[in-house]
């Protein structure tokens, strides 16, 4: 299966530019529902995936978002995963409980969000060279219960066990799965901004 890559990409309000990736971050949106912009406090996700499977992507490769960083309030796990090496995803999702708690048990994925997030995945993979041992939860980042349907792995309604999302992204990076991914735009800042620390 194929999915299409909504061109989205816009320099507004990405806070910094970064490096070679390393790692990819899967995320759930946090919110029931669905949107594909950069906060204007520049968090947010390179691509964001609709509850149908369409792809947006909000950011170049290039760009750092504010995404999987402790923000002076998390634990950083592994060493090395930082906003600057990585490539988050955000997978808008729906709850059937309290919307207002990641604790909730019942967050869950759609299918056809699963799917492409499992496509992009592999294709990201494929196409930067990066191993499937860094494909990442935000929770395997820092301490946050982010994409809740994967921490609590309950396979509530339609949202799989992470194993099997893991296993659907081999399956796509086998079958050779390649992007065409358009590139972004930049801007030249004329004044000085404030970066976060540990990015």
């Given amino acids: 299966m194929t999915h299409k890559i909504i061109n989205a990409i816009s320099s507004r309000n990405v ?14 949106l946090g919110v029931a529902g ?3 912009d950069l906060a204007s406090d520049g968090c947010g996700a390179h691509f964001y995936i609709y509850w149908d499977g369409t ?8 760009a750092v978002p504010w995404a999987v960083g402790t923000a002076g309030y ?3 796990k592994p060493p090395e995963a930082r906003n600057s090496n990585t490539i988050s995803i955000e997978m808008c999702c729906k709850c059937d409980g309290n919307a207002a708690s990641a604790e909730d048990k019942k967050w869950y994925f759609t299918k056809e969000t699963q799917d492409a997030c499992a496509w992009l ?8 060279g990066i191993p499937s041992v860094n494909v990442l939860c935000h929770y395997d980042i820092v301490n946050k219960t982010c994409r809740a ?4 792995n309950n396979g509530y309604k339609t949202s799989w066990t992470w194993a099997t999302f893991k296993q659907r992204a081999e399956e796509y990076f086998s079958a050779g799965q390649k992007l065409e991914l358009k590139p972004g735009m930049k801007v030249k800042l004329t004044q000085d901004i404030a970066i976060r620390d540990e990015v």
């Fill in 55 to 62: 792809i947006y992507q909000r950011c170049s490769l290039d």
């Fill in 121 to 128: 995945v592999a294709g990201l993979c494929h196409d930067l």
């Fill in 15 to 28: 806070p910094c530019w970064g490096s070679r990736k390393k790692y990819i971050a899967v995320h759930y």
């Fill in 34 to 36: 669905q949107a594909h």
């Fill in 74 to 76: 998390y634990t950083q």
């Fill in 149 to 152: 349907p994967y921490v609590h």
